[in-house]
């Protein structure tokens, strides 16, 4: 099992930044792929998440109406396309695959992480 995020950087306050999630070594669509972030200093968030099921989306009230996740199955790959950045969204971002759908349910295989330095 391997997950690999890109697109990550430095971008000001207000603009955007879309985040990939390719993956492979399992059922792309028998799982779940979520997307988390941590902060220095902070705890891991987790943020968003897709079924590739049936593609039923969930979000973080933080991202909420800013985020928008995808999934592309011929490229086994799940996108994050993170609008209207703010400051606070600084940090490394995460994808994992899941068994289960939703943000409250674990997450067994993980990807290196990909930094976003949003600067004021």
């Known amino acids: 099992v391997q997950l690999v995020e890109s697109g990550g950087g430095l971008v000001q306050t207000g603009r955007s930044l879309r985040l990939a999630c390719a993956t492979s070594?399992?059922?792309?669509?028998?799982?779940?792929i979520g997307w988390f972030r941590q902060a220095p200093g902070k705890e891991r968030e987790a943020i968003s998440c897709?079924?590739?099921?049936?593609?039923?989306?969930e979000y973080a009230d933080s991202v909420k109406g800013r985020f928008i996740i995808s999934s592309d199955v011929t490229k086994r790959t799940v996108y994050l396309q993170m609008n209207s950045l703010k400051p606070e969204d600084t940090a490394v971002y995460y994808c994992?695959?899941?068994?289960?759908?939703?943000?409250?349910?674990?997450?067994?295989?993980w990807g290196q992480g990909t930094q976003v330095i949003v600067s004021s």
């Open positions: 994992a695959a899941g068994s289960l759908f939703g943000l409250q349910f674990p997450y067994h295989s």
């Open positions: 897709i079924s590739n099921i049936d593609f039923s989306t």
């Open positions: 070594g399992f059922i792309f669509d028998d799982y779940a």
